[in-house]
């Protein structure tokens, strides 16, 4: 029953779940479903997921030797992690038992949208011999689907559409917005923000012209549907004739460089003065290193996703093409890493050490999790782990707002306009580079005011 005293189970903490009273040693029925029993919830990490994912991915691309990690660190972080939320969370006489395990799937291979056999493997595996209820690492398509089919609870599936997700409900829920959201967020501030006016944020010869835009995104299926459907909003507007250029490339990182040298004539070819790039961190950061290379300034629109609406990624683009940046972020004000909720929760366990640097990515997957685990009360099924998260009262912080319901598995609910400013030092990590906010205000997804960006010209 909700708690007589307040409404949120932990106020201090920004995405707390409802509160619920339990009284110490009742009933909770059991084994309620598979990976379920009185007093545990197995759940499953494949931990190459996480090291072989975005740290160690614009490690190998980008130079970038600090954000490398080592197995103990991550695991280390995420029992910390769980630590808190059984410390802090109604659990119902029951507490998480992670199994963590290495995989036979191939994380970058299904980034790429093959992969498709070991990944159905790993869910077998986490069906059939883990035993779990849930996997706290599904952050790939491949994977994400297999667990679905396995009948696993499952969080992270990057940037899929609200198509995708209905379809395996109850089974998958991601922290990071759906790309149905992205296309109604991106698609309403070009029209309302952009459309029909000049790319007054570009450079060189292109400042001043008329806005003709190009879009490059992942050629992989998922995505591509998501971008038609950006298209097809954009030419209902009236402002399809803006779009000039409309490019894909492989999520290979063997082939990235070969791609960035190959797509930037394209977009110059066209005349392209605004770049909408839905696109992973270590492309854009070759992009944009070519792009001085070749004294090519058009304005970058930022689209909110894979992370580079946050400082310690853009820090990786060339500044001086960057600083034409500016748009979308669901995130909400960026925080210091010492001052994040994450880090903090981690501290809070005891454990040893400094927590690893992707902290806050893996809290955001448990305790979406968590949340759903005390949501659905003491009798611990998917269906209820659905109907709780559909109850969950809507909450922000540094990760956006959340908020669920019916035919929606993903967080975002509102964004915010950000734009780069390459002198800034950092309060996220102290270097420079920043993004800022152009106001104070956040708007509902596809509700941006109408009026060109009140923010400074480079």
């Known amino acids: 029953m909700p708690c007589p005293d307040r409404k949120i189970q932990v106020p201090a903490d920004p995405y707390s779940p409802n509160c619920y009273v339990w009284t110490k040693g009742a009933d909770n029925g059991g084994a309620t479903a598979p990976g379920v029993t009185a007093t545990s ?59 963590m395990y290495g995989g036979k799937g191939n994380v970058l291979d299904e980034a790429l949208g093959g992969g498709k056999e070991g990944a159905q493997q790993d869910a077998r595996s986490v069906a059939k011999d883990i035993g779990a209820f849930a996997d706290a690492s599904a952050v790939t398509v491949p994977y994400a689907d297999a667990l679905a089919q396995q009948g696993i609870i499952n969080i992270g599936a990057p940037y899929v559409s609200k198509d995708w997700l209905q379809k395996r409900r ?42 003709r835009t190009g879009i490059i995104s992942p050629e992989n299926d998922w995505y591509q549907e998501c971008v038609s459907a950006g298209v097809k909003v954009l030419n209902d507007s009236g402002f399809g004739g803006d779009l000039v250029a409309r490019l894909t490339y492989r999520l290979d990182l063997n082939a990235m460089q070969n791609q960035a040298t190959a797509l930037l004539p394209k977009l110059k070819a066209a005349g392209v003065t605004t770049v909408l790039c839905g696109c992973d961190p270590v492309l854009l950061s070759l992009l944009t290193a070519q792009a001085k290379q070749q004294n090519y300034y058009p304005e970058w629109v930022e689209t909110g996703v894979a992370y580079s609406d946050q400082d310690l990624v853009a820090q990786l683009f060339e500044p001086s093409v960057w600083k034409r940046a500016f748009g979308v972020s669901y995130a909400g004000s960026t925080v210091p ?51 709780g998260m ?34 800034a030092t950092s309060i996220q990590n102290g270097k420079r580079g920043a993004w800022k906010e152009s106001s104070n205000q956040r708007f509902p997804i596809g509700q941006w005011p109408a009026g060109e960006p009140n923010i400074p010209k480079p």
């Open 41 to 99: 919830i197995k759940v499953a990490v494949r931990i190459g997921a996480f090291l072989d994912g975005l740290n160690n991915a614009l490690s190998k691309a980008a130079g970038a030797a600090d954000m490398a990690e080592t197995p103990e660190v991550v695991k280390r972080t995420f029992n910390g992690l769980i630590d808190y939320l059984h410390a802090k969370y109604e659990f119902y006489g029951r507490k998480i038992e992670l199994v």
């Open 390 to 423: 559909f109850a969950y009262l809507p909450r922000s912080g540094v990760s956006g707002r959340w908020d669920f319901g019916p035919g929606d598995y993903s967080t975002s609910s509102d964004a915010r306009e950000i734009y780069w400013d390459p002198n």
């Open 170 to 211: 109850p089974y998958s829920w991601t922290p990071l917005t759906d790309c149905s959201t992205v296309v109604s967020a991106v698609s309403s501030y070009y029209i309302r923000r952009l459309a029909g006016r000049t790319a007054a944020w570009a450079g060189g010869d292109l400042q001043g012209q008329k806005r």
């Open 337 to 387: 890493i010492k001052a994040s909720f994450a880090y903090q929760a981690y501290k809070s366990s005891g454990r040893p050490g400094e927590p690893s640097i992707g902290a806050q990515l893996i809290f955001d997957q448990l305790q979406l999790l968590a949340i759903g685990l005390q949501m659905a009360g003491p009798n611990l099924t998917p269906q209820n782990f659905e109907s």
